[in-house]
């Protein structure tokens, strides 16, 4: 009995890292493709290793490709989006969570389904909008990053909302009637005892804002015409050929584009897994 | 409002939770018409000055583009645009693409929810089963999954499967073999990107779920004598029943939504749209066809779809307790 389960764990312990290993490779090899040199990454014999890394392909990417252009574009729609999604989510949370009033439910039930809602199918009105509003606001036009930002806000705020709410309903209300007692006015409250302890999870909340306008591919491909203000993801479109992919190029480029999501989700990473498993002790 | 809420709320006694359409129980009351603004609207008022225009009025374009002759000629203004009421959803259900394009949409969907769960799942066991350093390599793995955008994870897997130079054909020996050529296999492809994204949310949710059972629970099950298989069916998958609903529901909405990987991988929808799936069928009669009405009813009929989703949806989780 005991040496059974002793070699279940063994062999379950081997299963975990073979499935590890498998998750992971696709972002080895995106990385080691990115630091292969030319002839490797066309041979027909591809290998798991190189003996000759090298930085051409970010170079290329870089500089030949103008992705350094489009990694900041990129950063500026998704910096813009965490900032200003975070403040207006936080108030929108508070509300939801701490007032009781007509239609709260109805609003709760509205920023539920606006996260079903296909997003691809609206940007057909949103391309129409968009370039409504570039007759009288060029900055938020077509082919502009305030029109990315614009949406990328709007697309990202419901899900921020819906999960800032639960971290600011798991704040005790005596905090702040004890602050409300002591004379704080409301804004005080807000700002200085209600900000600070929901911090953690407004750093969650904006790794999912980031990440949606990161990511965003079908907006950045309907609304930006021009390659001066195309982003990341419809950029790398820019490097398939019907012909030949340049594959390094390719790999390098979609490196860059992992990296920062990356390092932002394994950062907040803990504050992700405790939120949802409250939901379970309800 | 449910009734339990109120009670629950009312022990508090004087909490800033109150009724705003009441007066303000105590305090500076300011003068003006701003001043009957209830607290809450105010709050809510900076995500309404975006969501309204920048979502609401879009969704209300959608359905109102569905009932209008819209094409190119309307689109750059040369045209007037003509009410033509429910022919376009007429043109779009006659037309025998349609229901293949939705069929292959269910199945693509049901696919990748089900493989999703199940190696989501069985991670999360698996997870709870094994040592700590197995366990910290398969989360960091799972962690890379998740955070990698869908674009990238499209292109990385594309070069794998690449019939010259991917590692897929050299391992296999089967150089020369295009993956993305028959229609199923190229819907398979896509289905493992789309499991290889998704199931470390269901891995990390179920693993926490299962860590924050009480262990109290389960040691007294096995004191009764319960074996494994017993604490596994009458009180594990009871007690996350809900988060069980959560993770279905949302992998059915996403499975069903999936644009990027389809649009990057099939090069917007595979050889003679062998492998479109209705949001990019859409999004492909729209901007590429250019018949933006026609885009806009498959748009309002999916719409209507996950709508229905999501109302089951709402009720599970109002079943299952949740405060809304």
């Known amino acids: 009995m005991k040496r059974d389960s002793r070699v279940l764990r063994q062999g379950a312990n081997v299963v975990a890292i073979v499935l590890a290993l498998l998750t992971v490779f696709p972002l080895y090899w995106m990385v080691l493709s990115a630091l292969k040199p030319k002839g490797e990454i066309t041979s027909a014999h591809p290998r798991p290793w190189t003996f000759a890394p090298t930085l051409d392909n970010f170079r290329n990417a870089l500089g030949v490709s103008g992705f350094g252009r489009y990694f900041l574009n990129s950063l500026a729609v998704a910096v813009v989006v965490v900032v200003v999604s975070a403040a207006i989510a936080f108030l929108a949370a508070v509300a939801l969570s701490r007032f009781k009033f007509r239609f709260r439910t109805t609003i709760l039930i509205m920023f539920l389904v606006a996260q079903m809602v296909p997003v691809e199918a609206l940007t057909i009105p949103l391309f129409f909008l968009v370039r409504d509003i570039g007759t009288v606001a060029p900055g938020f036009g077509l082919s502009s990053l305030g029109a990315l930002m614009l949406v990328n806000l709007a697309f990202s705020l419901p899900f921020a909302v819906w999960m800032l709410r639960g971290f600011v309903a798991a704040v005790p209300e005596s905090l702040e009637e004890a602050a409300r007692i002591d004379g704080a006015s409301r804004f005080t409250i807000l700002w200085r005892i209600l900000f600070p302890l929901v911090a953690p999870g407004l750093a969650a909340t904006s790794v999912f804002s980031f990440i949606t306008a990161w990511n965003d591919f079908v907006f950045a491909k309907t609304l930006i015409l021009d390659t001066d203000h195309q982003t990341l993801p419809a950029a790398l479109m820019v490097f398939f050929k019907p012909d030949e992919n340049d594959w390094g190029g390719i790999m390098a480029a979609s490196t860059l584009m992992t990296v920062p999501v990356l390092i932002f989700f394994v950062l907040v990473q803990r504050h992700m897994v405790s939120g949802l498993g409250g939901a379970v002790k309800d | ?324």
């Open chain 2, 1 to 324: 409002m449910p009734a339990t809420t109120v009670t629950a709320r009312a022990d508090h006694g004087d909490s800033p939770v109150r009724s705003a359409g009441g007066a303000p129980a105590k305090g500076r009351r300011r003068s003006g018409p701003l001043a009957r603004i209830p607290v809450p609207l105010w709050l809510l008022l900076p995500a309404a000055l975006v969501l309204i225009p920048l979502f609401g009025y879009p969704l209300y374009q959608l359905g109102l583009l569905s009932v209008l002759k819209f094409g190119q000629p309307q689109a750059s203004g040369g045209v007037p645009t003509e009410f033509v009421g429910l022919s376009n959803y007429t043109d779009v259900l006659g037309d025998s693409q349609f229901w293949s394009v939705l069929g292959q949409t269910l199945a693509f969907a049901a696919f990748c929810v089900v493989a999703t769960l199940v190696v989501g799942a069985v991670c999360a066991v698996l997870l709870t089963r094994v040592g700590k350093w197995p366990r910290l390599l398969l989360m960091f793995g799972a962690l890379g999954a998740w955070a990698a955008p869908a674009m990238t994870g499209s292109t990385v897997w594309m070069f794998l499967l690449d019939t010259n130079s991917g590692l897929v054909n050299e391992i296999l020996g089967t150089q020369g073999h295009n993956w993305m050529y028959d229609k199923w296999s190229a819907f398979a492809m896509v289905a493992v990107v789309v499991v290889w994204h998704s199931f470390p949310f269901v891995m990390i949710t179920l693993y926490a779920g299962i860590q924050a059972i009480p262990d109290s629970i389960l040691e007294a099950a096995r004191l009764d004598g319960a074996g494994t298989a017993t604490i596994f069916r009458r009180i594990m998958l009871p007690m996350l029943r809900p988060l069980l609903v959560i993770v279905v529901i949302q992998s059915i909405i996403w499975d069903f939504k999936v644009f990027t990987q389809i649009y990057v991988m099939t090069g917007g929808g595979g050889i003679a749209g062998q492998n479109l799936v209705l949001n990019v069928y859409a999004y492909q009669k729209a901007f590429v066809a250019e018949n933006y009405s026609l885009g806009a009813a498959i748009g309002v009929l999916m719409t209507l779809i996950l709508l229905a989703v999501t109302a089951v949806y709402i009720r599970s989780l109002r079943r299952s307790g949740e405060e809304l």
